[in-house]
């Protein structure tokens, strides 16, 4: 292994607690209750899940698996394919998964990130019967460290039966001081979270464990998966241009300065296009507190945009998964995790002033938006922490791009097929054609406001649905039911969103 | 007037602005931001409104008006029957103000009750010309004694340009210490809100004032506005049933204790009957941290069970309103009011795990919630501080008749015309039939729960449509979207969400 042992475990307590992949997946019964670390493909288990899955392979069982958020192959995926989940809970990116939910295979529930830690205190998940930790080191006194993120572990081990710890020895040491993990009280008997600004450390390095909790230690040799690397494209790029534009202006207008506010933003390419732009924008001293640390942020520290940036999890490209072990020395002091619970609680968004920005499916003419389900049937991802951000920030943006499959889908509709952030929580959406402010505004304003960011095509379809519901139905927010799923309905039956003439004019 | 105007003004810097509420009237511009003291008919203004109604009825000019909540008949309904306002935010429940609204005769924007003075901070609603506030008195240090709510009177008098203070003359003195008026400092400049159980006091008994910014006092003799006594009836008595049925097995499996975990309820016949419900149920040293303390709350410190109740606003029957002056004497240091966005703040309620129940409008098979629009257009109060509680509750419940004119609407639909709720955010629904625990289900399985506790006329097109949505479309949430609001469509056609034998059948 390269690694003398007792450096990584360093407390002697653990140090005989070694056992292989299989024998801990022994243990797992039908019906468990399983915590596991991971998020955004970080610091998940890959030898337990990968022998657990084996395991499924010739006998049946069934477990719910809760995390922090998406794992990759060697978890999420194996155990799809396994067949061994039940329930999957809080959030899942996965194909092979996501097949299996929509085939209705296996359960899932779509739960706002900062959620999932309170329900486990509470018991409304039941008890958790073993957390399965990634760790990059056990210390002296006993602290597991973890590896690129910190998620739901902290609380999966404070209330499992048992813990398994599965040591990955490639793990740079420096992962040792990244963490801050702050461990919340029972409602009712807990004191306020003590972040005043984005960099206060309030926790310890490491997450505490009764040794006598752990009942085995696994270890792996498995590298940190990487997800795509997304290279902004002239779409992308015209986003994060009119993106930074509202900024721009706010800053004219006297409400934000150079430094904007601590800034979130979501995963993917348009995220990582704005994170690109903001390189040779005016905008300096920014302050990172979101959920998940792209590539982009580290381009963004070296061009001295971003001084500071804390997160859960690290979702890297593979450039940046190879030189992870350098740039953790590197960045040390500049980036930190906590547990998610902390960096998505609505109590340190909503006093520092988050702005933030997320990628929608689609958005309706009166701001709501579905972050989650396609043509309100099928789930995509999940809503993840979109709304712990979106209902608390100062400033709530969503992003996206005004077509998809080839101009077959507007992403303005008339209604949404799924909401996941309603119209009073929405503040701002940037499409490629431009940005509505739909901030102090009534409904029938905001949809003035929405159809002029929509593709030009699905212009013409979406004023005529406003105007017919305006005329024949009215009200506050005027809709004809009959036709609020038009769009769809048509995409189901004709493969594109487009109306014909004739049905527009109708 | 029966008092002397010094005991009641008693900062001799006020004394001498005393003016006719016309001339205070006469101040106001066209286009103007007002904000406007009052919650639920509580602690409104009274003469200005009425002075500057009149004036509406031979001059033409429009003002926005910003308020806690809903105000009455001298102010909503007087302002909206002259046609002077032209934007209404966050909150009303007046029928003809709500009239012109649906008639797009003036505009509104319905908005979480806690984020109204962040947008007000932050200057996304304009600066605020005039802040018109009723008060109780004015102290020796100059502080406004608000009467029967504080809502947004603390940001409005802040940031006003100008502030006109309506002293109500027949106040009761015993307002003086009934508030506790704590103010937030800018995003990213705050501190944490110091609540850490229900009563803690962290503020001042009153609003402080820049002398310099008051323009003028009026003075006023017009009595508190009562609200319909909730009489419970035996639908209602049996919601309230299920509901304490809920909350008795809570206790039985060890989630919760007799006294519970604080408590916030809605407005209106069902809280009230659940108010009422627990003057004889097994829960007692209750403490309630609500926005709105109804006649029901006083009973509930009557018979012991209530310990405490913080809220923003009153909403008191005749008879309470009638007896005000001594109940506030008799509760002294049992009832505190905070501005609403303490009250109604993530921060304090994730910190405290309050409880809380709100009435819904309707209710889909998937647990999402429409609190505001009949059949998706027409407003009828709005959202409230239900998402404020609902997002961060420690348990999220909403009530519902199951039927609604004569059993022509089901509460239960197979999609709601109107999401202000989403499934990421509902716990319990609770309907005359029972209630359905939707913690740790997903979608399919939470639909199986929702159809039980629909009307039993209701539960075969119910069923049919959801085995039709899964059999035919499939998918984590399935869903027929041709469909999807046969039953909102079929009321407006034939009268009656009803379906015909044989459209169930097809």
């Known amino acids: 292994m390269g690694k003398d042992l007792s450096q990584i475990i360093r407390n002697k307590a653990f140090l005989d607690k070694v056992v292989s992949a299989e024998e801990a997946a022994s243990w797992i019964e039908d019906g468990m209750n399983l915590g596991m670390s991971g998020f955004t493909l970080f610091g998940e288990p890959k030898e337990f899940p ?250 963004l520290i070296d061009a001295g945009v971003v001084k500071f940036a804390v997160g859960t999890a690290f979702s890297l490209s593979k450039k940046r998964v190879e030189s992870l072990a350098e740039d953790l020395e590197k960045y040390k002091g500049k980036i930190m995790f906590r547990p998610q619970e902390i960096s998505n609680h609505p109590e340190v968004i909503r006093r520092l002033g988050v702005i933030s920005f997320n990628t929608a499916l689609e958005v309706d003419i009166y701001g709501n938006v579905n972050s989650t389900h396609v043509s309100g049937t099928r789930v995509m991802n999940g809503i993840g922490g979109s709304g712990d951000f979106a209902r608390n920030a100062r400033i709530t943006i969503f992003v996206t791009p005004s077509l998809a499959k080839n101009g077959a889908i507007s992403a303005i509709v008339p209604f949404v097929s799924h909401a996941d952030h309603t119209e009073h929580d929405v503040d701002v959406i940037v499409t490629e054609q431009g940005y509505a402010d739909l901030r102090g505004l009534p409904p029938v304003k905001r949809a003035e406001k929405l159809i002029e960011i929509a593709h030009p095509s699905y212009r013409p379809q979406l004023r005529a649905y406003f105007e017919e519901a305006k005329e024949k139905v009215g009200g506050h927010t005027p809709h004809i039911l009959e036709k609020a799923f038009s769009f769809h309905t048509n995409l189901k039956e004709k493969g594109t969103m487009l109306l014909e003439e004739e049905k527009i004019n109708n």
Chains 1, 2 share one sequence.
Not at 77 to 89: F, T, Y
Not at 130 to 156: C, K, M, Q, R
Not at 178 to 194: A, F, N, S, T
């Open 50 to 299: 990968l022998a657990l899955s084996k395991r499924g392979e010739n006998e049946k069982f069934k477990v719910n698996l809760y995390t922090g958020a998406s794992l990759g192959p060697t978890a999420d995926q194996s155990m799809a394919e396994a067949g061994i989940i039940n329930l999957r809970v809080p959030y899942q990116g996965n194909a092979v998964m996501r097949n299996k939910i929509n085939a209705g295979e296996l359960f899932y529930i779509d739960q706002h990130l900062s959620h999932t830690a309170e329900e486990v205190r509470k018991g409304t998940l039941g008890k958790i019967d073993y957390a399965i930790i990634e760790a990059a080191a056990i210390t002296e006194d006993g602290l597991i460290i973890p590896t690129g993120s910190v998620g739901n572990s902290p609380i999966f081990v404070e209330k499992a039966e048992n813990v398994i710890i599965e040591i990955n020895t490639t793990a740079p040491s420096a992962y040792e001081g990244l963490h801050d993990i702050y461990v919340l009280k029972e409602q009712g008997e807990r004191r306020e979270i003590p972040i005043y600004s984005v960099g206060d450390r309030i926790g310890e390095i490491g997450i505490k464990v009764d040794p006598a909790k752990v009942k085995g230690i696994v270890l792996s040799e498995q590298p940190d998966i990487p997800s795509p690397l997304f290279e902004p494209n002239e779409e992308t790029q015209q986003i994060a241009d009119n993106l930074l534009e509202f900024f721009a202006n706010e800053v004219k207008e006297g409400r934000l300065s150079n430094s904007l506010a601590p800034l979130q933003s979501g995963v993917g390419s348009v995220a990582n296009a704005v994170l690109n732009g903001m390189k040779t924008s005016q905008f300096k001293d920014i302050e990172v507190a979101s959920e998940v640390l792209q590539d982009g942020v580290f381009d």
